[in-house]
């Protein structure tokens, strides 16, 4: 498919007014997306696990405007109240996605949102929050459309929020998403995430990721701005090439359950990521001296106790802890024990792997 397939040909029906209302999952990249081209095109294909708890829910309602003014007409309110510097980022995002759901100009829209892990957190809600203000747009062209079937919705959903934000387009559908074009795996795309099509061994089903919040601030350099410092990054064609690479690898891990050639997998491509970030020009780190301490403290208790508890990051300073659920006991006295004491005010949230966003 290319991008000329999601504009859409005609609407069957017209509508005057509603309101619609979607709960999208946050995910974890487990093979990263770094680095991007124009239009939002990965540099390399990366695949997460869709998450469950950590999520965004936001409804938008709709009214036909009555004249024919220019410009997009919406308001923002986040966790209850008018939130103005949200604004610029979805007029942008609107601005992105005209072309593919014209209609979003002949409506005043108002956009409430609320993301379930606590505001500044630390936590990523670009890829929830594009996730569910996509699919209510949807919602919107569905109800225009109504022949659309339910593939092809969730399709342009993913199209749209990567429009958004990357890694928003695989925050549509579980539980787990492969997104960028990759030899290897029929189906896939740069322009939208899909489900992975391979076996993948029951361990995999209800993995469980508790994220140690290390540091809730404001990250010091916005992933968008790291995206565009692997242009010219002496690593770059290397370590895109191995994500490739790295996703080949991955297929007879998730089939056959191999949690230590996964753990190794998954943290090494946690350390390249923000090996990248250390290599840029200019240079950064987002690890704090918490975030080492805890990923030594990791590979010191699964040493000593060989139980499969690993880590992966995003780009920021906290620690995404990933175990399966036969050791889910022994993994949280663990945190509580050692690794709750780097986390912000002792905060930590657990989530498990989850099975997409919903209709609310
Ligand atoms: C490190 O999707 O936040 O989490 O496309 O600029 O919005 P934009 O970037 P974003 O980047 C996510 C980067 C990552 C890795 C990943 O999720 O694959």
Redesign the pocket.
């Known amino acids: 498919m290319t991008e000329k397939d999601f504009q859409p040909k005609h609407y069957s029906l017209t509508l005057e007014e509603g309101r619609v209302n979607w709960k999208a999952p946050s ?3 487990l ?4 680095g ?1 081209h124009a239009d ?1 095109i990965p540099a390399n294909p ?1 695949i ?1 696990f869709t998450l469950d708890a950590c999520a965004t829910t936001t409804s938008v309602t709709y009214k036909k405007r009555s004249s024919t003014k220019t410009g997009f007409s919406f308001d923002l309110i986040f966790e209850g109240k008018p939130k103005a510097d949200f604004k610029p980022k979805i007029q942008t995002f609107f601005e992105r996605i005209e072309r593919y759901v014209p209609f979003i100009k002949d409506y005043d829209l108002v956009i409430e949102t609320s993301n379930s892990f606590p505001h500044s957190s630390g936590i ?1 809600s ?2 929830s929050g ?1 996730a569910a203000l996509s699919l209510c747009v949807m919602d919107i062209e569905k109800q225009l459309n109504p022949e659309m079937t339910k593939d092809q919705f969730s399709r342009k959903a993913s199209f749209l929020a ?1 429009l ?5 387009c ?1 925050s549509i559908e579980g539980d787990l998403i492969a997104w960028g074009a990759h030899e290897e795996i029929p189906g896939s795309s740069n322009l939208y995430g899909i489900k992975y099509p391979f076996e993948v061994h029951p361990t995999f089903k209800n993995y469980h990721d508790t994220i140690l919040l290390v540091h809730k601030g404001q990250k010091q350099v ?3 701005v ?2 565009n410092l692997m242009k010219g990054h002496p690593f770059a064609e290397e370590r895109f090439q191995q994500a490739h690479h790295n996703l080949d690898r991955l297929r007879p891990i998730l089939a056959d359950g191999n949690l230590d050639e996964f753990m190794a997998l998954v943290e090494s491509e946690a350390l390249t ?1 923000h090996a990248m970030m250390m290599t840029s020009t200019p240079y950064f780190i987002l690890m704090k001296p918490g975030t080492l301490e805890i990923i030594n403290k990791i590979w010191e208790f699964r040493k000593e106790t060989g139980i499969s508890v690993c880590f992966t ?3 920021g300073a906290n620690v995404h802890v990933l175990y399966p659920e036969s050791v889910k006991e022994e993994a949280i006295q663990f945190i509580q024990d050692e690794l709750v004491v780097y986390c912000e005010n002792g905060h930590y949230l657990c989530d498990q792997i989850g099975s997409g966003a919903r209709k609310l």
Request: net charge positive; no cysteine; aromatic share 6%.
């Open positions: 995910n974890i990249a093979v990263k997306y770094w991007k939002q990366s997460s990523a670009s890829a594009m990567r958004g934000s990357g890694s928003a695989r916005s992933s968008t790291g995206h990521l990051l995003d780009a």
